[in-house]
């Protein structure tokens, strides 16, 4: 059974199913370096079971190439409409996600606007956030304040308290 992680082989195998290192290091989940030193038979670089987990994503690509090769026409329309199905469910959920957040941007940027220019209460801001599902950060005051501490270390007018007293 060992022979089969032969880097040779392995090599082989991979070139006969026309995948690029690279790739099959993206569908086997390691680095396209190891699989060189696999395929070089670099046995420090890796271990007997990094060597099955390749030959087994090698073994699964053969056997779905040979499935879609063996498929009638009718199975292999099936086949690339059911992929296309679920591109189309990937696309249209990531659409969706786009258009949430173009939103919650439009929104967040006109509450943005309306505090720079104190057009706001701070309860009316705070119920706005509240209705997107977001907590609310600091208010201008505190804002300014956090700004004034952190560029000057305190701020102006607070006096630094003494121990003991």
Do not use: C
Not at 128 to 138: A, C, K
Not at 142 to 154: D, H, I
């Amino acid at each position: 059974m060992a022979e089969i992680y032969d880097g040779k082989k392995l090599k082989a195998m991979r070139k006969r199913l026309g995948l690029t290192q690279a790739r099959l290091a993206k569908l086997a989940g390691v680095t396209q370096a190891l699989i060189s030193s696999v395929e070089h038979d670099v046995a420090e670089m890796a271990s007997q079971d990094t060597r099955a987990l390749i030959a087994s994503r090698l073994v699964e690509m053969e056997h779905k190439r040979i499935v879609e090769m063996s498929a009638t026409p009718n199975e292999k329309i099936q086949m690339l409409k059911a992929e296309r199905a679920q591109w189309k469910y990937k696309a249209d959920w990531a659409f969706d996600q786009l258009e949430k957040r173009d939103k919650l941007i439009a929104d967040l940027t006109e509450i943005l606007n309306l505090r720079t220019k104190k057009a706001l209460t701070d309860s009316e801001e705070k119920e706005r956030i509240e209705t997107l599902g977001l907590e609310q950060g600091p208010t201008v005051e505190e804002e300014a304040f956090r700004a004034e501490v952190a560029q000057q270390g305190r701020p102006k007018g607070q006096r630094v308290k003494k121990e003991g007293k």
